[in-house]
């Protein structure tokens, strides 16, 4: 069940933005004025839409910098000039007031462009964070081979592949076990 937020207060505004996520084949929106309310709906939601300025705005600014730690959620927050400068480097897609129904409609899918691919950027991301942390591994395990066993680089490479694959396990594992023998 796809799942919208809508963080506005009263007004044509309000309206439209609710009319064209409907149209985009929401199943739910959920529309408030509140920002405590719309943090305990949060959890479900695909996508929320802020506009700016809302009553107690410090607190919605807040809520804003707490949504951008949410990588998979698309923000869309209507705003003036002011509010688009801080949000410039931000995963937030932003619209500048005043703007009409078809922008509001093609920012949900723009909107929810950026935050698939933005997802994508986190993954390969943590893909390779994890590729360079086996390769630092692997390659403290081949240095304790070569320190105290004498092989040469080569060998020691030879020596973890093999293992792996002898045993059915990752060469990180090989490794890990090779630093707990020689290292700890």
């Known amino acids: 069940m796809k799942k919208a937020l809508i963080v506005a207060a009263h007004g044509e505004l309000r309206q439209a933005i609710y009319e064209a996520l409907m149209n985009c084949d929401f199943d739910d929106v959920i529309v408030t004025d509140r920002v405590d309310f719309a943090r305990e ?88 964070r994890t590729k360079l942390e086996d390769i630092k591994l692997l390659n403290r395990a081949k240095s304790c081979l070569i320190s105290y066993l004498g092989m040469t680089e080569p060998q020691a490479h030879r020596y973890i592949q093999k293992h792996a694959m002898d045993a059915r396990i990752t060469p990180r594992e090989v490794s890990e076990e090779i630093l707990k023998t020689y290292e700890y």
Do not use: M
């Not at 700016?52 to 869309?76: C, H, M, W, Y």
């Open 41 to 128: 709906q949060i959890s479900e939601c695909e996508i929320v839409y802020i506009n700016f300025p809302l009553s107690g705005n410090q607190d919605a600014l807040r809520f804003l910098a707490e949504l951008t730690k949410k990588p998979n959620l698309s923000i869309v927050a209507l705003a003036r000039a002011a509010l688009e400068e801080a949000l410039e480097d931000t995963q937030v897609f932003i619209l500048s007031k005043p703007t009409t129904k078809a922008v509001i409609t093609a920012s949900v899918r723009a909107a929810r462009s950026l935050t698939r691919r933005i997802a994508h950027a986190h993954e390969v991301q943590n893909q390779l």
